[in-house]
């Protein structure tokens, strides 16, 4: 027994692909949130859509200081985007980059007559990171004129070009993430909220009161969207206060969006409400609000947090294209809906093709929200 007791162990760990766990901690519980993350990170793809997320809201919310240039600001119209430079005319190199400013050429375009844009190769524009430039006033509070990376000397430069009005189109995309995303987190947020609210209510009271709330769900899933977004938006006049026609465009998706919610949400409190625990809560009395908030929606909310992530790239698309057709915000408001209102002819297209940049945010965006939802969905799945 003494030999026993004091016998060393010179068992083998226990391990888990290359990794190796001391039996001492292999049966140590761990917390659900540590379960879904320890499975979320082998996800590469979930990895990249967090690391993608961050950046936009990131950038959204310090939008002014990573802008290197004044989104109202116009220079020369459709100036192509400027090439960051590593090697000067003579073929040395240089460790700091720069660019060739974009200037009027006495050339024409033989289509429009317009006169050509190009690089000024005698007069260099020096890159750097926090620099001085337009003043603006952080998180609208903190005035501030230091940007995240931009001309050292303050000359404009132009990463993705310019507008028509000669608008750089790099900053006006920052600046017009916080519209977008804005817009995409409130209806989210509201649709969320309501669907899950009578989702949950529909399904576990049941009867004829379920029957009902499931008539009026389908008699909203049945509406076209995309007409009667553009018919409800055509009421605001056009002459309407930015914020007026956002908060309308806000509450027109919200109240079409959140059907399709509350009838995954029912049928999984109709599952739940047939589990032995919640059978159990009903059977010594518990009240149906604690039963809802500490047995159905805790259950629920794995689903909803991956909805949520799947519900924001649709609702970004949604109001890209509606201010595509020029039923989102209104000038001096930015979004990229608004911007993509540039794109609506061929020849533009064709002749300055760096018009299209906006789009790139929005299939970053989507991207990025939809790999980050496949990541959680697969994290969170308990099977």
Known sequence: MT????????????????????????NANESYIG??????????????????????????????????MDPKRTEVGFAPPDHIEFFAPDGSFSLVPFVYPIVETDELDPITFQPLNGPDRTNPTVLGFFVKGH??????????????????DGRPIHFLGTDKFG???????????????????????????????????SGYRGGRLDVWIQRFVEFVLAFPQLPLYLALTALIPVTAPSNIFISFVIGVMS????????REVRSKTLALARIDYVRAAIAVGSSDMRIISRHILPNVSSHLIVAVTIAIPGVVLLESFLGYLGFAVKPPLISWGLMLQDCGTFSVIGSYPWILSPVLFVLVTVFAFNALGDGLRDAIDPY
Request: no cysteine.
């Open 3 to 26: 030999e026993a007791l004091t016998k060393p162990d010179t068992a083998k760990p226990e391990t888990v692909g290359d990794t190796a766990i001391n039996p001492r901690f292999a």
């Open 35 to 68: 379960l879904v993350w320890r499975r979320f990170r082998r996800s590469t793809m979930g990895m990249i859509g967090l690391v993608l997320v961050t950046i936009l809201i990131v950038s959204a919310i310090f939008g002014d200081f990573f802008a290197p």
């Open 135 to 152: 003043k603006y006033n952080l998180l609208g509070l903190i005035p501030s004129d230091i940007h995240f990376f931009g001309a050292v």
């Open 167 to 201: 608008r750089d189109i790099l900053s006006r995309g920052i600046i017009g993430s916080q519209i977008s995303l804005t817009i995409a987190m409130v209806v989210v947020l509201i649709t969320s909220v309501l669907g899950t609210f009578v989702g949950i209510f």
């Open 255 to 262: 109240a079409l969006g959140w059907a399709q919610l509350s």
